[in-house]
């Protein structure tokens, strides 16, 4: 239906632009020319109807070699060679039709060539006219989406807030922690020290997770670590951590309190629910141009159990409005008693923190 009304107004605009032209050559010839001599409209529909159809099969040519914003920023070359043969073959259509149905002033002695020289100077900026407004559109068009999805996603990470110590750093967890750590106190102090260093750095982290919405990945795996620390004192060797990085993610931008979310939920929904425990695995790399981080845990996967979690749900939006379809997000079974959750997303070249 979207597509549909789209449809409709680009040909009220085009229609609508085009007899706009023809009228106001009409207001001008009346204004400056005292006479309009008998090819003055015959000529004026050959343009109009030219330049109505050479425009439509540029903006195909357009969206079918994706030349909008902000693609068109890597095919400049591509889209010139393609302006340009439009431009010659709107007035080589002109100059032919003219000279078919006599459409010249048959006192002026031109040759072909030269009348198609004169079309090409004096026609070509109305095709490049139409090219400036049609991409003065998009680009307004393609800024409106951006600051629709900078609100979306702000209200996003305001939930995200409200939802953080319910969500990603739940009380059964805190609690859990505060115990391991009095329990570590007379046993061993300096472990017992090191674990609230690492209790407050996640809590922290929770905090400020509402003020960003990429860290870099590095961050996102520090504090993993720390909650994995934590937690590997409640289950002891019934937790086993792997960690396969590549050093270059690590500057990667990742939203943040993610990959915490998908690793409390390998810890919740799988290495609690098996009296021997198991493993959690968390891998990072490069393949196919995009950025995988994948979170695999020992487990069945059920999907009752996360159905009604924010935090997947966050994951799905959050991704969505961060990369769009250049991102993804999937959880599945891969058998032999491993649940895996994998997050796709495209490639930065900076991974600086974006503000709100």
């Known amino acids: 239906m979207r597509n549909q009304r789209k449809a409709v107004l680009y040909w009220w605009c085009q229609i609508g632009g085009w007899m706009m032209y023809g009228?106001?050559?009409?207001f001008f010839a009346f204004v400056f020319d005292s006479k309009i001599n008998?090819?003055?409209?015959?000529?004026?529909?050959?343009?109009?109807?030219?330049?109505?159809?050479f425009t439509h099969i540029l903006r195909e040519l357009i969206k079918a070699f994706k030349l909008r914003p902000p693609e068109l920023s890597k095919k400049w070359a591509l889209f010139t060679v393609i302006l340009l043969i439009i431009?010659?073959?709107?007035?080589?259509?002109?100059s032919a039709l003219a000279e078919w149905w006599g459409l010249y002033n048959p006192k002026t002695k031109v040759s072909v060539e030269k009348r198609f020289l004169v079309n090409l100077v004096s026609d070509s900026p109305l095709i490049l006219v139409w090219v400036s407004i049609?991409?003065?559109?998009?680009?307004?068009?393609?800024?409106?989406?951006?600051?629709?999805?900078?609100?979306?996603?702000?209200?996003?990470?305001?939930?995200?807030?409200?939802n953080t110590i319910k969500s990603h750093i739940?009380?059964?967890?805190?609690?859990?922690?505060?115990?391991?750590?009095?329990?570590?106190?007379?046993?061993?102090?300096?472990?017992?020290?090191?674990?609230?260093?690492?209790?407050?750095?996640?809590?922290?982290s929770s905090m400020q997770s509402e003020k960003l919405t990429t860290v870099p990945f590095e961050k996102e795996l520090?504090?993993?670590?720390?909650?994995?620390?934590l937690e590997h004192i409640r289950f002891e060797d019934r937790l086993m951590v792997e960690f396969d990085i590549d050093e270059d993610t690590l500057d990667q931008?990742?939203?943040?309190?993610?990959?915490?979310?998908?690793?409390?939920?390998?810890?919740?929904?799988?290495?609690?629910?098996?009296?021997?425990?198991?493993?959690?695995?968390?891998?990072?790399?490069?393949?196919?141009?995009?950025?995988?981080?994948?979170?695999?845990?020992?487990?069945t996967f059920v999907q009752n159990d996360l159905s009604d979690g924010f935090g997947i749900s966050s994951t799905h939006n959050r991704l969505n409005l961060l990369f769009g379809r250049k991102a993804n997000f999937t959880i599945c079974d891969k058998g032999d008693n491993l649940v895996e959750a994998m997050i796709i997303m495209p490639v930065h070249d900076s991974s600086v923190a974006v503000k709100n």
């Open 134 to 162: 049609y991409y003065l559109w998009h680009y307004i068009e393609l800024g409106t989406k951006i600051e629709i999805q900078k609100v979306k996603l702000e209200s996003l990470v305001k939930e995200l807030e409200l």
């Open 222 to 229: 520090n504090i993993v670590k720390d909650y994995l620390a």
């Open 87 to 94: 431009l010659v073959l709107f007035n080589l259509t002109n």
């Open 38 to 53: 008998t090819i003055f409209y015959p000529k004026l529909l050959v343009i109009i109807t030219t330049g109505l159809f």
């Open 170 to 204: 739940n009380p059964h967890f805190i609690f859990n922690a505060l115990n391991s750590i009095r329990a570590l106190v007379d046993e061993n102090p300096e472990r017992a020290r090191t674990a609230i260093t690492e209790l407050s750095n996640i809590l922290r």
């Open 253 to 299: 931008p990742i939203p943040p309190m993610m990959l915490q979310t998908l690793v409390e939920n390998a810890i919740k929904h799988g290495i609690s629910k098996h009296k021997q425990g198991g493993l959690v695995k968390i891998i990072s790399d490069f393949k196919d141009n995009h950025h995988e981080v994948i979170v695999q845990n020992t487990g």
């Open 23 to 26: 009228l106001t050559m009409v």
